[in-house]
Structure formats: C-alpha cells, structure tokens
C-alpha cells in the first residue's frame, strides 16, 4: 500500500470510528430506557444484557452510515482546504485513485449493516418483545410500576403511587372500555389477588366518575372489586415483520396469506404484500447509504474547502434529514400499494447517485 493511500485511509478510519461511538453510545440510549422497562417488570440483570447487547448492535445500521457520511465530508473537506487534494492531483493521482480505499471500506461496510438489518436486527428484536410478554407471569405485583401510568392491561391504564407485597396505595385508573366515555377511577389503596387467569384488584375508599354513562355524576365506593379478565394468562409474542429474517421476508413477499391475521381479501393480501416489500426496501436502502453516503460525502467535502467540522455536521444534517424523511414516508404509505411506497425510498439514493457522479466528473 502506497504511503498516500495509508495517509487517506488512516484519516477516515480515524474520523470513522471516533463518529460512530459518539453516534452508537447516543442512539443505544434508547436501549437503556427499554431494559429498564423489561428491570421494572421483573426481569433480571443476566437477561437483559444480552438485550442491551442487541440494542447497540442493531443502532449500527443507522450509525454506520451517517458516521461515514460525516467522516467523507470532514476528512476530505480538510484535504481540500489545506490544499492536499490539489496536490495529489498534481502529482498525477486522479480522483478515483485518491477516494478507492475510503469506497472500498464503505462497501465492506455496506455488507456488515446488510448482515446487521437481516440477521441481528430481527433476532434482537423478537427477544426483547418475547422477553417482555413472557415477564407479564414473573409477579402479580411486578406487573405494576411505581410512580407511571402503566399500559398493557386491555382498555386500563394503571397508575399506583407505592406498592408493598399485594397491597398497592393511591391507585389512579382511566378506564376507556366504553368508546362513548372515558372512566377515572381513584383509590386510596387496593388488594390484588386472583381467580384462575383473572386478576383482581379490590379497590378500597375512592371513587368513580362518571359511574355510568347513564349516570354522568362521580360515585363513592368502600370497597369496589376491578376484574382484569385473562390477565395472568400466558401471551406468546407473535413476529412482525420487522422480526423476519431475509428468508422468512422473502418467503412473506410471494406467500402474503401465510402470515396475514385478517381476512384473506385480494386488498388484504395486496397490503401486507406492499408492507413487506417496504421492509425488505428499506433494508437494501439503509445498507446501501454506506456505499452513497462515502461516493456522496467525497465530492462534497472536497468543494466545500472547509477545515470547520461545523460545515460539516451541517451538510450531513441536511442530507441525513432529506434521506430519512423518504424512508419515513415510505413507510407511512405502505398501506396504499397504488402509490409503490417500496420504490419512493429510493429516490434520494437515484438523486445522490446523480450528485456525486456529476461532482466526481467535474473533479476529474
């Protein structure tokens, strides 16, 4: 290897990787936030951490790109303005012979996040989901979290100030069973116990408003028993299709009915079709942006003449932002096959692909 092209390899490797931990350490807290939800339910330090594990593994799809966009646009913006791409060029090293390692690492780079968004990503994902539903039967109590309004009980959302043993104090719950009105029910304590796969709650001196729809006015209770019907009972996670791998996606694509719940109408079918041809879409699309967002990030860094990483940051905004509003709507869409939302997310890459030939000619 020439000494120039370890100088132009060591320079984006450096700034590479220096971006992708501060990306991947900042996108990874939402993987906390998550594990302390799966503590919250009864679940144990020795199976959450292979959990955390998956969650900062599977941020690298989206960390790798706009790390190696953000390193293109600095490091070469910084050739450019200290007037080392202008001698290379005099010394009769052309464009493509300066940027062939920085493209050869974004497209070994673009194999790793493709392995990443079919294999690790699904599997990570339906653990953490499993793990979740298999801790609703860790604990009646546990089933409830001190201090938040917790979801996951039908049409009820629990809030309880304190807990100790079955007893919980200040209980705080809206009920949206009736779709005609929503119920706010308050107790200064309660007793949880069950009856078969039911979990009950006796709720002690509160009150009820309304009581009834026929009844708009608050009512005041000693004792009031709330009845969670199936509660207890075992729920197994079922996948989605952000949970299939490459094969299983691919399977889903021509056999839609194999995996569709609802009615097996030609609408129906043709939805979940167009969904998963959205996903799989978006998984070419996210590991490709490896390989566009370096060709990308090149030219522009090069024609910005800039040391400021300030400059930088801000054109990787700009694009980054244009790019993921695509996937975004894409994925908004995937409803409406009429309008192919699996070929709109590929639109910035066609524009970027355009770009930074035309720019890459130019430097010629």
């Known amino acids: 290897m020439k000494i120039i092209d370890k100088y132009i390899l060591n320079g984006f490797l450096v700034t590479f990787l220096i971006t992708l931990t501060v990306i991947t350490f900042i996108m990874s807290l939402g993987g906390l936030f998550k594990i302390t939800t799966v503590l919250a339910k009864g679940g144990t330090f020795s199976a959450v951490a292979p959990i955390f594990g998956y969650a900062v593994i599977q941020t690298l799809v989206y960390s790798i790109p706009i790390s190696s966009l953000i390193a293109s646009l600095l490091i070469f913006g910084r050739f450019s303005a200290d007037g080392e791409i202008t001698a290379m060029r005099t010394s009769g090293i052309g464009i493509f012979e300066i940027i062939k390692l920085p493209v050869i690492t974004a497209f070994i780079l673009m194999i790793i996040c493709w392995y990443i968004a079919n294999q690790i990503t699904p599997a990570g994902r339906y653990i953490l989901r499993s793990t979740i539903a298999d801790l609703r039967n860790i604990s009646l109590v546990n089933l409830f979290e001190e201090g938040r309004f917790v979801e996951g009980f039908g049409n009820l959302t629990i809030f309880i100030n304190s807990k100790n043993g ?35 709650i006796e709720l002690y001196n509160g009150r009820i408003d ?29 996948k989605q299709q952000k949970d299939f791998f490459l094969s299983e996606l691919i399977y889903a694509i021509y056999n ?19 969904s998963f041809l959205v996903e799989l879409n978006k998984r070419i699309v996210l590991s490709l942006s490896c390989l566009i967002f370096v060709v990308l990030g090149i030219p522009l860094g090069i024609r910005s003449h800039r040391k400021e990483s300030s400059i930088g940051i801000a054109i990787s905004l700009i694009i980054l932002t244009i790019f993921y509003l695509f996937i975004i709507l894409s994925e908004s869409l995937n409803n409406k096959p009429h309008l192919h939302p699996d070929l709109i997310m590929w639109v910035p890459v066609l524009i970027a692909l355009f770009i930074s030939s035309t720019l890459l000619r130019k430097q010629r």
Do not use: C, M, W
């Open 166 to 200: 079955n007893r919980i104090e200040k209980i705080h719950i809206i009920d949206k069973s009736n779709p005609g009105f929503i119920r706010d029910i308050k107790a200064s304590y309660g007793v949880i116990t069950t009856n078969g796969n039911d979990l009950i």
């Open 210 to 238: 309304p009581f009834d729809d026929d009844k708009p006015g608050a009512a005041y209770f000693s004792k009031f028993p709330l009845v969670l019907k199936d509660a207890l009972k075992k729920r197994e996670y079922r």
């Open 256 to 274: 839609p009915a194999s995996v569709v719940t609802k009615e097996a109408s030609n609408e129906n079918l043709q939805i979940a079709k167009t």
